[in-house]
């Protein structure tokens, strides 16, 4: 197969999306399948890619940057405007914005890690999030005991 082939065919599939609801077929004209097995792949590679310029400017200032499939963590020693600005040129070049700030200070939750900075220096430690964390051991308790209880009737 043909490099040319292989992608008419990737347009084929990302131009014509459809997908049903209430018994009805639907042809989706904005955005793309965030489930798509094909969509998904192309937006790492796209990322990737893009965030290269980025990568460039924090590794030039001595910061950091991690990115999780579509999250990312970036320290910055500069003010919240000059984030702000970045932010938006990036998101001028797509169609629906993909970068936003979900917070800024100096203890900050990313994933499953608690990131501190104490005068410069990052300190790191597993977080666990007390309603998530919850939730799973009642139901893991639940799920112990119903079989115990069952019997005993």
Known sequence: ?????????????????????????????????????LTIPLVYIY???????????????????????????????????ELGILLSMANSQFSQPIWNITDIGS?????????????????TSVYHEETFERIMLLSSFRDILQPAIKQDT
């Open 1 to 37: 197969m043909t490099i040319s082939t292989i992608l008419q065919l990737v347009r084929l599939v990302l131009d014509e999306q459809y997908f049903i609801y209430n018994y009805t077929l639907y042809r989706q004209t904005a955005g793309r399948a965030s489930g798509s097995s």
């Open 47 to 81: 990322l990737f890619y893009w965030q290269q310029d980025i990568l460039e400017d924090l590794i030039n200032k001595n910061e950091l940057f991690f990115r999780y499939r579509d999250e990312a963590f970036i320290t910055r020693n500069r003010s919240e405007d």
């Open 107 to 123: 203890t900050i939750y990313f994933r499953d890690i608690l990131i501190t900075n104490n005068n410069g220096l990052l300190r």
